[in-house]
């Protein structure tokens, strides 16, 4: 069967949104101010290793200057942490981001917590976290659901009064995006409701949802008869299924079974195609945001 559901195209919208972006950029060239991106990889992880590649990689084709570092996985977290101190102190570097997750040697709390909350380009440093809570825009808004807010925006989805349900509670995705939908203005102002992996009879939460915004972890976790009919369905999971009938080994699927749901939602995004090319636009931006701000303190 055909499905109905209307696809909502990240790579269409991040593209866009990075054309905007490089107005931007321009002036503040034209100010001698170049935005600068550190990403520190530690240890071999083959998916942060790709992600890794992809942000240098966007930051190269946006004209903005970055540094990958990459560490062994058996480094310690007194190396992290000099490292972090060094970052914090080079001028050419506005935005600082370790990838996550970090191998078991290094407290991820501590190395998060060293980075300059004013180059905290990811926004998990408290004094973000508590930005965002409040409402306060020099705040650093995490990537993922900064970027969820704007394919909600851009495809003229109403969140204002709308049921918005979030399944996850993650620090990188699910406790900021209740964040942002409670915010006052644009994408925000919904009525928000958090589910998890412990929440009981979860389906009943999806079912009410008008916006259903996936982010538990768990391949084709949420099946078509768990989506309101009409309902907008943003899947943030990215996971490897085995599928031996591909060259790599394996396949890529959301945490949204998406041929179910996709009959009955009016408007869902892909994987991939959906939310991942949104968050590593939205790190462009929050870079930008982070050298405007040290230019402006
Ligand atoms: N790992 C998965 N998502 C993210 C992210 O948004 N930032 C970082 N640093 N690591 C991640």
């Given at each position: 069967?055909?499905?109905?559901a209307?696809?909502?195209?990240g790579?269409?919208?991040?593209a866009?949104?990075?054309?905007e972006?490089a ?5 503040l ?7 600068g991106?550190?990403v ?8 942060s290793?790709v ?10 084709e946006?004209?903005l ?13 007194a190396?992290?942490?000099s ?5 914090n102190?080079?001028?050419?570097i506005?935005?600082?981001?370790v990838?996550l997750?970090?191998p078991k040697?290094?407290?991820s709390?501590r ?6 909350p004013?180059k905290?380009?990811?926004g ?6 508590g ?7 020099t705040?650093?808004?995490?990537a993922?659901p900064?970027?969820v ?5 851009r495809t003229?989805v109403?969140?204002?009064?709308a049921h918005a349900v ?21 994408g ?5 409701t958090v ?6 009879s ?15 972890g768990?391949p084709?976790?949420?099946t ?6 009409g ?5 943030v999971g990215?996971?490897?299924v085995?599928d ?13 079974k998406?041929?179910e749901?996709?009959q ?13 090319p949104?968050?590593?636009?939205m790190?462009?931006?929050n870079?930008?945001?982070?050298a405007?701000?040290?230019a402006?303190?």
């Open positions: 069967m055909q499905g109905g209307r696809l909502i195209d790579n269409a919208i991040g866009t949104m990075r054309a972006l107005g931007e950029i321009a002036a060239k034209k100010k001698s101010i170049v935005p991106l550190a520190i990889l530690v240890g071999d992880n083959p998916a290793q992600y890794v590649r992809m942000k240098g990689k966007a930051c190269d946006a004209g200057y970055h540094e990958t570092i990459k560490l062994p996985k058996d480094t310690t977290e190396d992290l942490m490292l972090l101190e060094r970052l102190a080079n001028p050419k506005h935005g600082i981001l990838q997750p970090l040697l290094i407290d709390n190395a998060l917590h060293r980075i300059d004013r905290d380009v990811d998990f440093h408290p004094e973000n976290v930005k965002v809570a409040v409402g306060d825009p705040g650093f808004r995490p993922t900064y970027g807010q704007q394919l909600l925006i003229g109403e969140t204002k009064g979030v399944v996850g509670r993650s620090n990188i995705v699910g406790r900021p995006m209740v964040a942002l939908l409670l915010q006052d203005g644009p925000g102002n919904a009525t928000v589910c998890h992996s412990r929440t009981r979860i389906e009943l939460y999806t079912r009410q949802a008008d916006i259903l915004i996936v982010a538990i768990k084709e976790f949420v078509g008869d768990m989506v309101k009919p309902a907008v369905v943003i899947d990215v996971n490897r085995d031996p009938t591909r060259k790599q080994g394996y396949r890529l699927v959301g945490d949204v998406f041929q749901a996709k009955v939602a009016a408007a869902i995004t892909p994987v991939p195609g959906g939310v991942g949104m968050t590593i636009t790190l462009l931006y870079t930008v945001q982070a405007r701000q040290w402006n303190p």
